[in-house]
C-alpha cells in the first residue's frame, strides 16, 4: 500500500500506513519534465526511449527537501539546473537506463545530487584542436573549435560543451551629433549532454561586421555557434544607431546597447540564461549611448555625456583552465565627450572615429559619437568540447 502523503492536520493513519511509511508513489513520466513542489512526496521515474531531462526549477523546493528520481527507459535522462539553480554532485548527472539517485536541497537554489549508480560515463571524440588540461584533480581532454569544423564521437557517451556566439556590432551615426549603442555579447552556453557515436557539424559563430557608414543603421547582429542540431546559443545583438529601430537590436543572445533618437532603450536579451539586456542611451541631449549587455552582466545606462559602459563578459576560465579570460562581453557606448568604459573582456566606447572592435571571443563592438562613423565590429565566438580521460 501506498502511505497517503502529505499527511494533513487532523488525519489518521492505520498501523499498516505507519509500517509502509517510505512507500512512496511512482510518478511514470514519458517526456521531459519540470519537477514541481510535490514531487517530494513522490518517486518521479522517467520512461522514454529517447533523450530526455527533468529540470530543477528555482524556489520550488525548501531546504532540506529530498526529491527521488530515477531512470527505466532506454533514452538517457539528464537531471538538469533551471535558471538560477545549481546542481552538484560527485557522479553524473545523466542517467543511463535503471540509474537513478536523490536531489538534496541546500537551499531554495542549489542542490546536491547523490547518484546511485548507472550514470553514463563519458565519451571519447576528435576535432578541433585538442589538448590536456586538468580540472579539479580530473584529468580531461580538451577540444578547441575556433573555425568551422566536424566533431567526431566514436564512442558514445558524456560530453562537456562550452559555445559562445558571436559578438554583435556597433551602431552608426550617419548625420546627427549622437553616439551609437555598443554591440551586445554573444551568448555563453555551458552544459553536459548525451552524445552518440556519429560526426556532428560545429558551427563557430562569426562576428558582426561593422555597419556602413551610409545611412544612420543599427549594427549588424553576431551569428550563433552550434554543435550539430542537439546544442546552440546565439549571437550577441547590434548596437543601436541613431533613428534606427531600437527595439529590434537584440540577438538571439546577449542584447545591443541602446542607441539614439529616437528609442534610447536598450535591447532586450532574447535568452537570459545566456545573456543580458543592453543599456539606455541618454534621452535629451547630447544623446550619449548605452552600452551594449554582456554574458555576464547588463549593459550600463549612459549619463549625459558619458557612454554606457559595456556588460561584463562571462569568465569560462574554470571550464578550460588557466588564466581568467572573459567571453561575451558589450562593447562600451558612444560619449560626446567619454566613450563608455570596457566591461571585463570587453572594448571602451569612443568619441569620434570607427568604434573598437571586439577582441575576446563573442564581444561585441564598442559604440562612437562622430558623424559618418560606424561602430566596431564583433568579434568570432569559440566552440569548447571537453571529456574525461
Request: charge should be negative.
Amino acid at each position: 500500500m501506498t502511505t497517503p502523503f502529505p499527511f494533513v492536520a487532523g488525519q489518521i493513519l492505520t498501523a499498516a500506513q505507519l509500517n509502509d511509511i517510505q512507500n512512496l508513489p511512482i510518478s511514470d513520466k514519458t517526456a521531459s519534465y519540470v519537477l514541481i513542489a510535490t514531487d517530494v512526496f513522490k518517486r518521479t521515474i522517467m520512461n522514454a526511449a529517447g533523450a530526455t531531462t527533468i529540470t530543477v526549477d528555482n524556489s520550488i523546493f525548501t531546504t532540506g527537501d529530498v526529491i527521488q528520481v530515477a531512470n527505466k527507459g532506454a533514452g538517457t535522462c539528464t537531471i538538469t539546473a533551471g535558471a538560477g539553480v545549481t546542481i552538484n554532485t560527485s557522479g553524473s548527472l545523466a542517467l543511463a537506463q535503471y540509474g537513478g539517485g536523490y536531489l538534496l536541497a541546500l537551499s531554495a537554489s542549489t542542490f546536491t545530487f547523490f547518484n546511485l549508480g548507472s550514470g553514463a560515463t563519458y565519451g571519447v571524440a576528435t576535432g578541433g584542436s585538442s589538448s590536456s588540461i586538468t580540472v579539479g584533480g580530473i584529468n580531461y581532454t580538451l577540444l578547441t573549435f575556433t573555425t568551422d569544423s566536424n566533431l567526431v564521437v566514436s564512442k558514445a557517451g558524456l560530453f562537456d560543451c562550452l559555445l559562445v556566439g558571436g559578438g554583435g556590432s556597433g551602431g552608426t551615426n550617419f548625420d546627427e551629433g549622437s553616439g551609437t549603442g555598443g554591440g551586445g555579447g554573444g551568448g555563453v552556453r555551458e552544459t553536459t549532454i548525451y552524445l552518440a557515436a556519429a560526426t556532428y557539424a560545429v558551427d563557430v559563430g562569426a562576428g558582426a561586421a561593422a555597419p556602413a557608414t551610409t545611412a544612420n543603421t543599427i549594427g549588424n547582429v553576431g551569428s550563433g555557434s552550434s554543435i550539430g542540431t542537439v546544442l546552440s546559443v546565439g549571437g550577441g545583438g547590434g548596437g543601436g544607431g541613431v533613428d534606427g529601430q531600437l527595439k529590434n537590436n537584440a540577438g538571439t543572445g546577449a542584447s545591443g546597447g541602446g542607441g539614439t533618437l529616437p528609442g534610447f532603450t536598450g535591447g532586450s536579451s532574447n535568452d537570459v540564461i545566456v545573456g543580458n539586456n543592453g543599456g539606455n542611451g541618454v534621452n535629451g541631449a547630447p544623446y550619449s549611448a548605452g552600452g551594449g549587455g554582456g554574458a555576464g552582466g547588463v549593459g550600463g545606462n549612459a549619463v549625459t555625456s558619458t557612454g554606457g559602459t559595456g556588460g561584463n563578459g562571462k569568465d569560462i576560465s574554470p571550464f578550460i583552465t588557466g588564466a581568467t579570460y572573459y567571453a561575451g562581453a558589450g562593447g562600451g557606448g558612444g560619449g560626446s565627450v567619454t566613450g563608455g568604459a570596457a566591461g571585463n573582456g570587453g572594448v571602451a566606447g569612443k568619441t569620434s572615429g570607427t568604434g573598437n572592435a571586439g577582441v575576446n571571443y563573442g564581444a561585441g563592438g564598442g559604440g562612437t559619437y562622430t558623424t559618418s562613423d560606424a561602430g566596431g565590429a564583433g568579434a568570432a565566438g569559440v566552440v569548447y568540447v571537453r571529456f574525461k580521460v
